[in-house]
């Protein structure tokens, strides 16, 4: 198994462009969620979703959409990328249930020029 | 709004010494604690969960406590090793989220020297 992947590594972005992070689990989790972590902050959470074709917003979704086409793949997408989104990018995936832990991807790493 | 706060920030330690990390948070009605490690440029790998019935997990040389009725939890790492060096992150799962959400400390950067 392959875990969680996330796709690309690293990107760099003028304002205003768009971009699309997948990440991909092989799992078969029902639970994806998307993360944002910042210079001395711990991770903050951006979208998630509870099942194919349910997404739900978390703590920081302003400027970001998601979309669970498919029960492996998570993807957010920036539409109009400032630089205020500079950050690392993990997504985490897990099985039901309320005493189960998250799998993490190894990360997205953008700046936003 | 539940937060969760990890002191002290940075931690330094000679190799051998035993070390606590400490974690609190503030709403106790929570399903369960998560340990995380994440080293430099990685992600996350979790170290231990406890559940809100439970008062401790352990596994080798991590002890994890809980004190929900305080909002207190402890990683405890004994004789320490260079190779435990990362930053240390708690989590809890909220009831208010049905548990389907974790909130996130801030991370214990700990370095331990040989």
């Known amino acids: 198994n392959a875990g969680v992947t996330q796709t690309p590594k690293f990107r760099v972005l003028k304002t205003g462009q768009s971009m699309t992070l997948l990440c991909a689990q092989d799992?078969?989790?029902?639970?994806m969620y998307w993360y944002r972590q910042d210079p001395g902050m711990g991770l903050r959470l951006i979208h998630y979703s509870v099942g194919e074709g349910t997404t739900a917003k978390g703590e920081v979704p302003d400027g970001y959409n998601v979309s669970r086409l498919k029960k492996q793949n998570f993807l957010l997408g920036l539409e109009s990328a400032a630089p205020s989104q500079t950050s690392v990018y993990f997504c985490?995936?897990?099985?039901?249930?309320?005493?189960?832990?998250?799998?993490f991807g190894p990360g997205t790493r953008l700046l936003v020029l | 709004k539940q937060e969760v706060t990890q002191i002290p920030a940075a931690l330094s330690v000679p190799e051998g010494e035993n070390l606590v990390l400490n974690c609190s948070f503030t709403?106790?009605?929570?399903?369960?604690l998560q340990w995380f490690r994440q080293d430099p440029g990685k992600g996350l790998t979790s170290l231990l969960l406890i559940q809100s019935s439970q008062r401790e997990q352990t596994s080798g040389r991590l002890n994890a406590s809980l004190d929900k009725s305080s909002g207190r939890s402890t990683l405890y790492i004994a004789a320490s090793q260079p190779g435990d060096s990362a930053t240390y992150l708690c989590a809890v799962s909220g009831v208010e989220t049905s548990g389907s959400r974790l909130t996130f400390g801030e991370g214990t950067q700990l370095t331990v020297n040989p």
């Open positions: 709403d106790s009605a929570i399903y369960n």
């Open positions: 799992m078969n989790h029902e639970y």
């Open positions: 985490a995936s897990r099985v039901m249930g309320n005493i189960e832990t998250q799998y």
